[in-house]
């Protein structure tokens, strides 16, 4: 019998992650030993009018007056550099975005799904490995020195839990018990209290990877056609979000009508910043694609100045492919990379591209046997790309391959998701690594920018 295209464990932990953004009072016990995704309990910290229905989320609450929000996204630094984390949901195969056909098991552990030895374009730092064919958007970015490749990034002792192996990538250690995100940690090292978009999900809810301690973040549904949803219609919906704004200027002495009032502000201050981006004009066309919606929102928003800092965002596709991976993975990747490309000359066109650098990683990759529903399963090393005009250009790590897997029968990493977190803070954020990646002192610092 055929395996299903995503495995329960998946799709139980997608709904356990659910309930932790979107509830926060509370977890179901879905699977036994599962970690609670970071940010976890923020709701007595989030700012959310969820009973008015705005789709908007501001977490990490404040005591600073309200008007100090709109001040602190207005006067926030514009020059800063910007990170983008773009995830690929589901444990993307990393020997299909990077074929080891020049590699002679390759063909016998995958006589189906293999792509032939002229397929998609050689990897000109490893010419035992070509591109797929999809990512040629990807391939064209590496041509011109701007992709960082890590072609088979890990851990030790990984874990094959979609949910666990997610988290310990989001929150920077190998921990069950994080509570914070890599970026959050950082955003509370050197962010503002006052400006909420300097950490941005467009995910809709909170991205572990963003969750904070102590200072403001947003999460959005997206940026173009950026609205905020409405049981009502115009001109009901305007006086409506007038009165939020006005509920917002009420004074009292109660602290829970002060954290109300806290959440109406600030959710209508971000609402009035995005809203004047549902029309704009991009320099350069887009697929039609998800995440191309959402990095052409982005670069507007970056073109006007907007004082952003670390985001998160997913990927087109679902990479949990027990089945048909060869239709599945080659539609998500084609948008994916397509809609990467775009970006990058999106950046160039408006002479951002010196400030922005993506970060494109997924939980693990896949076993490199295939199974007898072709798919694959759950394995170790996956890839993870640095993306850019900063980035360094460089292959980080080799590609270890096919006759000397671990004792799963999974490939083995070359480099670690944690020194790649140090490299990033240090060479492009200028922070060092030390106070937010645990362990720090003793992992290598791979380059991965420019110098």
Sequence with gaps: MNQTRCCSNYTRSQLLREAAAQAGSGLPQIESGMPDPAGTG?????????????????????????????????????????????????????????????????????????????????????????????????????SEGKVTVLPAIGYDSPNQSHFTSRHFWEVGEL????????????????????????GLSLTGTLSPALATANNPVAAVDGITDYSLWSWVDEP???????????????????????????????????????????????PVEYPDA???????????????????????????????THSDQATEFESGIKATCDSVLAFQRDLEARGLQDRVLIEMWSEFGRRPEENGSAGTDHGAAGTAFIIGSKA???????????????????????????????????????????????????????QLVRV
């Excluded at 982005?298 to 985001?311: K, T």
């Design 42 to 142: 923020l709701t007595r910290r989030r700012f959310l009018a969820g009973a008015s229905g705005l789709a908007l989320a501001i977490y990490g609450a404040s005591k600073l007056p309200i008007s100090l929000f709109e001040e602190g996204i207005a006067n926030a630094a514009q020059s800063d550099r910007v990170i983008v984390s773009i995830f690929l949901d589901g444990g993307a195969d990393a020997m299909s975005l990077l074929a080891p056909t020049g590699h002679p098991r390759y063909y016998d552990l995958r006589p189906n799904l293999a792509i032939g030895p002229d397929a998609g374009t050689a990897f000109t730092e490893d010419p035992s490995l070509r591109w797929h064919p999809a990512a040629a958007g990807l391939s064209q970015l590496h």
């Design 236 to 282: 009901i919906s305007d006086e409506m979000f007038r009165s939020f704004k006005r509920m917002g200027q009420f004074t009292s002495d109660s602290p829970a009508l002060k954290q109300s009032r806290r959440a109406i502000s600030s959710t209508n201050s971000v609402r009035e910043t995005l809203e004047s981006f549902d029309e704009f004009t991009s």
């Design 290 to 320: 998800q995440l191309g919606m959402q990095l052409s929102g982005l670069a507007a928003l970056l073109g006007a100045g907007m004082p952003l800092h670390c985001v998160s965002v997913d990927a087109d596709g679902s990479y949990d």
């Design 175 to 198: 921990d069950t018990n994080g509570t914070t995100g890599w970026m959050g940690r950082y955003l509370d090292l050197v962010g503002s209290e006052t400006n909420p978009l300097q």
């Design 392 to 446: 360094s250009g460089q292959m980080v790590g080799e590609f270890p391959g096919l006759t000397n897997l671990d004792e799963d029968d999974n490939l083995r990493h070359t480099s670690d998701f944690r020194s790649m977190y140090c490299s990033l803070l240090e060479q492009w954020l200028g922070q060092d690594a030390g106070p937010i990646i645990p362990g720090a002192a003793k992992l290598v610092r791979p």
